[in-house]
């Protein structure tokens, strides 16, 4: 099984985003840290989990649980709906992938256990940031 762990970082709301995917199992140690443009704060959280089920699915898996600290993303996937149109097109990329493994799971967990992927997005923003 492999555990995708994914965030997303902004500086305003909307402003300078970055993502962080945190991908451990089946022997892989996988860390994507993405400056990725200005977006709101939970469309970069849904362009967090594409791009790490993206980054899953290079690695063959048959089970993948992703885990975020975003309950509007983990609700979204698990409904497979998203009323608001930007979040709908990324959900519809979001879905494709998903049927495409043979089990798929995602859980929302509290940000005391979503670290690492939290570090990777935060030090994706920062290095965007002129400095001081």
Not at 95 to 123: C, G, M, Y
Request: glycine residues 6%; aromatic residues 8%; proline residues 5%.
């Amino acid at each position: 099984m492999l555990e995708v762990y994914i965030d997303g970082s902004t500086t305003g709301n909307p402003g300078p985003s970055g993502i962080g995917v945190f991908i451990k199992g089946e022997g892989h140690h996988v860390k994507v840290s993405e400056f990725i443009g200005e977006y709101s704060n939970h469309t970069t959280e849904f362009i967090a989990l594409q791009r790490g089920l993206e980054e899953a699915k290079k690695l063959s898996p048959s089970l993948v649980s992703a885990r975020t600290d975003s309950q509007i993303v983990c609700a979204a996937v698990e409904k497979r709906y998203a009323k608001n149109p930007e979040f709908a097109a990324i959900l519809e990329k979001i879905l494709t992938i998903v049927d495409s493994f043979d089990l798929f799971f995602i859980k929302w967990i509290p940000d005391d256990q979503n670290k690492a992927a939290h570090a990777l997005a935060r030090e994706a923003v920062l290095k965007q940031l002129p400095k001081k």
